[in-house]
C-alpha cells in the first residue's frame, strides 16, 4: 500500500503497468536485427582478409635458388649420397648439434652445398622430431629457417638435408 511506484496484475491491488511509447520496443527490434548483421559482416570482413592474405603470402614465395630446385625434384636422398657428400660424416664437415642429432656440411657430385641434420634415434623423441619435421618444415617460411630440401630414411638413419647458410647461424 502507498506504494505508487509498484504496478502488478490488479488480482494483487495495484495499479497496471504502464504502456511504454513504442520507441523503446522499436528501438530494441532494430538492435536485435543490427548487431547480429554487424557481427557477420564483421566476420565476412575478417575471413576475407585472412584469405586474401594467405594468397598473398603463397603468391609472393621467395625464389628457391636454381641448385635447391632441382634437387628438390629428385625427392629422397640416398643414405650413401649423405655419405659422400659429408666425407663419412667426418669431424670436420661437423657444424653443431641440434636437440636431436648432429648437423653436418656437405657437397653433393652435382655441387650443390648442403646442410644435414642426422637424427640420433637412441633420443627419445627423435623419431617424432623428424616425423614432425618433414611434415612441418617444408610449409613453413621464417628467416631464421632455412629450406628443407629433402630428407633421408631407413630403419636405422633419418635425416634432412637443408640449405646451407654460410657465416655462420641465420639469426646473426
Do not use: W
Amino acid at each position: 500500500m502507498f506504494n505508487e511506484a509498484l504496478y502488478g496484475a490488479p488480482r494483487f491491488r495495484v495499479p497496471r503497468c504502464p504502456i511504454s511509447s513504442n520507441n523503446g520496443s522499436k528501438r530494441k527490434k532494430l538492435l536485435l536485427i543490427v548487431f547480429p548483421l554487424l557481427r557477420a559482416a564483421m566476420i565476412i570482413v575478417f575471413v576475407t582478409l585472412v584469405f586474401l592474405r594467405m594468397r598473398y603470402r603463397r603468391e609472393g614465395k621467395v625464389p628457391i635458388p636454381v641448385q635447391a630446385d632441382l634437387l628438390a625434384t629428385r625427392g629422397r636422398i640416398l643414405y650413401y649420397e649423405l655419405v659422400q657428400a659429408t666425407d663419412e660424416f667426418s669431424e670436420s664437415n661437423f657444424i653443431g648439434s641440434g636437440s636431436f642429432g648432429s648437423i653436418y656440411k656437405g657437397i653433393l657430385r652435382n655441387g650443390t652445398i648442403i646442410a644435414v641434420k642426422v637424427f640420433n634415434l637412441q633420443l627419445e623423441g627423435a623419431f617424432k622430431s623428424f616425423e614432425t619435421k618433414c611434415e612441418v618444415l617444408p610449409n613453413l617460411r621464417h628467416r631464421n629457417l632455412t629450406k628443407v630440401i629433402s630428407s633421408c630414411s631407413n630403419l636405422d638413419f633419418k635425416a634432412l638435408v637443408l640449405e646451407y647458410m654460410p657465416n655462420g647461424t641465420l639469426d646473426k
